[in-house]
Nanobody, 130 residues
Framework: QVQLVESGGGSVQAGGSLRLSCKAS????????LKWFRQAPGKEREGLAT????????YYNDSVKGRFTISQDNAKNTVYLQMNSLKPEDTGMYYC???????????????????????WGQGTQVTVSS
């Protein structure tokens, strides 16, 4: 059974940085779509960034473009979210999710629009203070 475990959350002041990790176990996710989501208190869950781990193609929500970077380390079966210039509105629970379909090719756009993210981690909390 595939499991995802997020880590790296914490409390930081506005303008600071954090790097979140999402480690997969139970299967290799080296040719899959993975995505980071955020759920802020009282708000709907929103997608932040996605990556196709078979080639590294990415796609970002406009709200984080230029500040957040999604990346992969297939040797560690891990996807990361580097978050810079954090704002109080970035506060929330951060989740990673995976589509277990193995793809020979995918674009970041495809992962964003069409992937079926059926496996989720438990989340890691990020709090940004002003």
């Amino acid at each position: 059974q595939v499991q995802l475990v997020e880590s790296g959350g914490g409390s930081v002041q506005a303008g600071g940085s954090l790097r979140l990790s999402c480690k997969a176990s139970g299967a290799t996710v080296s040719s899959n779509c993975l995505k980071w989501f955020r759920q802020a208190p009282g708000k709907e869950r929103e997608g932040l960034a996605t990556i196709y781990t078979g080639g590294g193609s990415t796609y970002y929500n406009d709200s984080v473009k230029g500040r957040f970077t999604i990346s992969q380390d297939n040797a560690k079966n891990t996807v990361y979210l580097q978050m810079n210039s954090l704002k109080p509105e970035d506060t929330g629970m951060y989740y990673c999710a995976a589509d277990l379909d193995v793809l020979t090719y995918a674009s970041g756009d495809y992962c964003w629009e069409s992937a079926d993210f059926g496996v989720w981690g438990q989340g890691t909390q990020v709090t940004v203070s002003s």
